[in-house]
């Protein structure tokens, strides 16, 4: 953290000059809960140590001039007009920001933002979502906004939404904005309230292990997964009319209407209501300090995406195999949409280095291709960053 800092700090003073902020917004993990958010469900994620770290400062004009360090690529746009996409990418999470926080009635000028990071990109840890919670926390202190968390967390995924064209759910900005040291957090992805529960595991890494797999398939899986989910819920409406979504249904309701459903439908709903619970139940395993059972229910929740909720690969499911007999692994299951991606797996310290080298040598014998690991730890969310944070790290 501290390298990277100075390579920012470095950066920003050559470019434009001393007296700026220093902000750190990190990367997430979701411990378990997937494919429940669409569902107004519940997710556990928790912020982690890999980081964007943005250095910013009004500069007096109606420019904002930005450059990222990772990519050795600058850009610059008039922001006193209506904003259009830049044609670069990256610049889009910055300028889709500036844009809501118009729409949302605030006066934002001309600003510099230089940054760069740590966050792999495309292995689940969002780094968009850090990027863009990172520079609406820098204007948020900059301009002296006073938003509030949940309303942040809004405002930077309808930038993602509306400006940059991703769908995504409010999961990632969310936790990456309010993330807690030591701490997962439960979201309610229907209230948006939250909670945090403990999860200051000395002796533990969390664990990705990205199969570089990326598939078309996944966008359009995931939106024929969502329809499955609402002709469920239309279904069971005509005996519950006080059902809204897969959120309000029980097991045993589920079961007792399973012939009203169509069979890959009730495979789909059935899997979104155990997951809910296995969410719940996993909390308070945090709160008793048992992580074995947690570690159990991360690899449940993985059979449950494999058999019913269909959204796994052969790639995952090696990982996952491979990690289930691997002394030190509390627990394991795929991370994310789907169809490639990461698995997420909870490893005792002392077993790490032996899990990094047989997972390693196992995936590539079974199935000819290598894995990219990545070894993490939960931290805060979203904060300034001074001098005495730059000496701890």
Same mark, same amino acid.
């Given at each position: ?5 100075? +390579?920012i ?6 470019r ?5 902020l ?63 996409e ?29 940054f ?7 292995a689940?840890?969002?780094?968009s979502a ?8 820098g ?11 949940v ?8 930038a ?6 991703? +769908?995504c ?5 969310f ?54 989910c ?6 069971? +409406? ?39 619970r296995r969410v ?17 229910r991360?690899? +449940? ?12 690969c052969k ?22 949409g ?24 196992q ?15 939960v ?5 300034l960053?001074?001098?005495k ?5």
């Amino acid at each position: 953290m501290k390298k990277l800092s100075n +390579q920012i700090t470095n950066e920003f003073e050559q470019r434009f000059g001393d007296d700026y902020l220093l902000i750190k917004s990190p990367g997430r993990v979701n411990l378990i809960g997937e494919h429940t958010d669409y569902n107004e469900g519940f997710v556990l994620p928790a912020a982690v140590n890999k980081n964007i770290v943005l250095a910013m400062k009004e500069n007096g004009t109606q420019q904002a001039r930005f450059y990222a360090v990772d990519k050795e690529e600058s850009f610059e746009t008039d922001i006193s007009g209506d904003l259009e996409e830049s044609g670069l990418g990256w610049p889009d999470y910055l300028l889709g920001v500036i844009d809501q926080l118009r729409k949302h009635g605030y006066e934002i000028n001309g600003f510099d933002c230089v940054f760069g990071g740590d966050i792999p990109i495309g292995a689940g840890m969002s780094s968009s979502a850090a990027l863009e919670g990172g520079v609406l926390f820098g204007l948020d202190q900059l301009r002296d906004l006073k938003i509030g968390p949940v309303e942040m967390a809004k405002i930077a995924q309808k930038a993602e939404n509306d400006f940059v064209g991703v +769908q995504c759910g409010i999961m990632d900005q969310f936790v990456s904005l309010n993330g807690k040291k030591g701490h997962a957090l439960k979201l309610d992805c229907r209230s948006l309230d939250y909670e945090f529960y403990p999860f200051d595991q000395q002796d533990v890494h969390i664990v990705l292990c990205d199969t570089g797999v990326r598939r078309e398939l996944a966008t359009s899986e995931y939106n024929v997964r969502r329809q499955q989910c609402e002709q469920g819920v239309a279904a069971l +409406q005509e005996f519950d009319p006080d059902i809204n979504s897969l959120r309000d249904v029980d097991l045993d309701f589920l079961i007792l209407h399973q012939q009203d459903l169509d069979p890959i439908v009730f495979k789909r709903c059935k899997y979104v209501v155990e997951e809910n619970r296995r969410v719940l139940q996993a909390c308070n395993d945090l709160d008793r300090d048992d992580l074995a059972s947690f570690g159990q229910r991360m690899f +449940q929740s993985h059979i449950g995406l494999r058999n019913e909720y269909e959204v796994s690969c052969k790639e995952l499911n090696t990982l996952v195999d491979i990690a289930w007999d691997i002394k030190g692994v509390i627990g394991s299951r795929m991370m994310g949409g789907g169809f490639g991606g990461c698995t997420i797996n909870l490893v005792k310290d002392q077993q790490l280095e032996t899990f990094v080298g047989q997972i390693t040598d196992q995936y590539e014998e079974a199935l000819g291709e290598s894995v990219k690991i990545y070894k993490t730890k939960v931290s805060g969310g979203t904060h300034l960053l001074n001098s005495k944070d730059l000496a701890s790290t």
